[in-house]
């Protein structure tokens, strides 16, 4: 890397993020469980969001050996309505292999720490970095778009090899005296000041270092390739009662999307029909009503759903539950929105 402005970098970029970082609650500790927690919710998860959620979960799991000890569907519990769930699942994983491996410490280096379930390149950087000050890199895309700017890479960075050549260039740069507020400062300029569209180079703090302003191009990096096509479904999502005011609930499988979440029955539209179900299901349909029709979107992957409150009788087993046992379920967005919707309108 040929980049003449290292030390005056550094400096500039450690010194701003220690005058004005947000005062977000994880940034009050260096225990590396707490900041493993929350670099796992804020993985494309907004800041705002996550605050409630981190502070909930460290009032219920204080310490590594609470989550690691917790039931699984408790833990959802707590998970819901962050999404993308595999993450909690993963930090339970990874919190036992720490109970298991390491006596309850975390680890301190970048071999041991990357063995643990989910903890990949840019977590092991963040927990290696905030947590113990080491000099290790943690790239995620704010990363990569502060310094796409300011070292003119033209790399694409929608690939994945690419998050290598920002690997070493932070290696590079990286304070070694101050390695937490250095990498804390390039997430903080990114999502602050360095923004993906119209970014406020007037209020950098290394805008004399940064090669793509001094050009007069700073919008027009990174370079990033569009995704692949997004998949759509159309289900039919309905909320089955029986004359002793139970719902018929179902639970997501092991693995896959939302794995281990409980919802209400999702008809496929394309494979079959309201009727079909009810047969299936050997339900006798009283009284059928409309709640909200709504999409939710996926990352990779669209749901559109119709969703319906039937009233019916029916002599089938299921995991017919009441609205008490309902509420203790951990159930993705989707469905808590009809659940929500339900409550509304049948009384």
């Known amino acids: ?69 917790a039931p699984q ?18 930090l339970q ?9 390491y006596g309850g410490i975390v680890p301190d280096n970048r071999h041991e720490i990357s063995k643990l379930k989910g903890v990949g390149p840019y ?11 080491k000099p290790e890199h943690a790239v995620d895309g704010n990363v990569m778009r502060v310094l796409s700017r300011v070292l003119h890479i033209y790399d694409d960075i929608a690939i994945p090899k690419t998050k290598k050549i920002f690997e070493a260039a932070v290696e590079e740069l990286i304070d070694p005296a101050h390695a937490s507020a250095f990498n804390q400062g390039l997430m903080e300029l990114g999502a602050l000041i360095c923004t993906p569209t119209s970014p406020k180079c007037l209020l950098c703090p290394v805008r004399e270092y940064c090669l793509a302003f001094n050009e007069g191009e700073p ?22 009662e029986d004359d002793q005011g139970r719902f018929l609930m179902q639970q997501r499988p092991q693995e896959g999307l939302l794995a281990n979440l ?4 999702m008809i496929d539209t394309s494979l079959e029909s309201v009727e079909a179900f009810a047969k299936d299901y050997a339900l006798e349909i009283k009284a059928q009503q409309e709640l909200l029709t ?27 539950l009441t609205k008490e046992q309902i509420e203790l379920l951990p159930m993705p967005v989707p469905m808590l929105k009809v659940w929500e919707e339900m409550k509304k309108q049948i009384k």
């Not at 977590?123 to 000050?133: E, K, W």
């Not at 996926?298 to 299921?318: A, E, Q």
């Open 73 to 90: 569907e408790y833990l959802l519990k707590h998970w819901e309505g962050l999404g993308y769930y595999s993450r909690a699942r993963n």
């Open 294 to 320: 709504f999409k939710h979107v996926f990352s990779h992957l669209t749901w559109h759903l119709n969703s319906y409150y039937i009233r019916c009788d029916t002599t089938i087993m299921g995991d017919w």
């Open 219 to 240: 919008e027009n990096l990174p370079v990033k390739s569009k995704k692949g096509k997004m998949k759509h479904l159309t289900y039919n999502v309905l909320v089955c």
């Open 123 to 133: 977590t092991a950087g963040a927990i290696l970095s905030i947590a113990y000050n």
């Open 93 to 101: 994983a990874g919190a036992r292999e720490v109970i298991e491996n």
């Open 1 to 69: 890397m040929n980049y003449p402005y290292v030390t005056e970098f550094r400096q500039s970029l450690v010194e701003w993020f220690n005058a004005e970082k947000r005062n977000l609650p994880w940034r009050h500790t260096s225990d590396p469980y707490k900041i493993w927690v929350s670099e796992v919710m804020l993985q494309q998860t907004r800041v705002d969001t996550v605050i409630p959620y981190y502070n909930r979960f460290m009032e219920s799991f204080p310490t590594i050996e609470l989550l690691a000890e």
């Open 262 to 265: 409980w919802q209400f029955p």
